[in-house]
């Protein structure tokens, strides 16, 4: 039975998992999950996920949800090695703390700005909500100093997932100019991690270009 992942391409979430599973050379039957149509909330999905989130995962019959535990299952269970998600104490300790960035950190303050613009019927950023996601990227920043990596040597599950958020967040017109480690190690990712590019590129795309429509010009800009 294939793996089945349930699925929204614009947000971050969901591309972090596919990438992780192509990566690895895990094939993943995927479930479109229209956030915007509001199908997480129909009653066939929340059996699946009552929490209603996106992604969700079915591995023959088990289920597990959160984009986090969901890449660190499917490393775990599949993987040809560790190089993602090392199993050495300390190693993985520094990968986890990263993923813990970026999802109580760098995520949830994309999320600040994306999803009154979405759901709300917003059209404008609030000064502080747009301060809070230049802080978070000197954090990257900062973290990318020692070896240009997230977390470590190479890449791991930290940086496949801070890229997916980070890439939406430069297309939908987030100044990077002050943050030159992280232009580059995008593009990095890109070109090093199998399957990234593939896998993220056009989903950041349909994210970005959806928030800027909602925006006057530059306003997530300097």
């Not at 960035?101 to 759901?119: G, N």
């Not at 301060?131 to 990318?144: C, D, N, S, V």
Request: glycine share 6%; aromatic share 10%; net charge negative.
């Amino acid at each position: 039975m294939p793996i089945t992942l349930y699925y929204y391409p614009a947000s971050p979430g969901p591309r972090f998992v596919l990438a992780t599973a192509k990566a690895i050379g895990v094939d993943i039957d995927v479930k479109l999950v229209d956030l915007l149509a509001k199908e997480h909330l129909k009653e066939e999905y929340l059996k699946i996920n009552p929490e209603h989130t996106i992604p969700a995962l079915d591995d023959n019959g088990f289920i597990i949800w959160d984009s986090h535990a969901i890449a660190t299952y499917l490393v775990s269970q599949y993987g040809k090695d560790d190089s993602l998600y090392p199993k050495e104490p300390k190693k993985r300790a520094r990968v986890d703390q990263r993923l813990y960035f970026e999802a109580t950190t760098l995520f949830p303050r994309f999320k600040a700005v994306a999803f009154p613009l979405l759901f709300l019927g917003k059209n404008e950023v609030e000064p502080d909500k747009k301060t809070a996601i230049y802080e978070a990227l000197g954090l990257l920043e900062k973290y990318l100093e020692p070896t240009g990596w997230v977390a470590g040597e190479g890449a791991t599950l930290a940086d496949i997932a801070c890229a997916a958020t980070a890439s939406s967040l430069l297309a939908s017109g987030v100044d990077f100019t002050a943050f030159p480690r992280t232009r580059n190690w995008l593009e990095r990712c890109n070109r090093e991690i199998p399957g990234f590019e593939e896998t993220n590129a056009e989903g950041a795309k349909q994210i970005g270009q959806v928030l800027s429509s909602r925006l006057p010009p530059n306003a997530l800009g300097l």
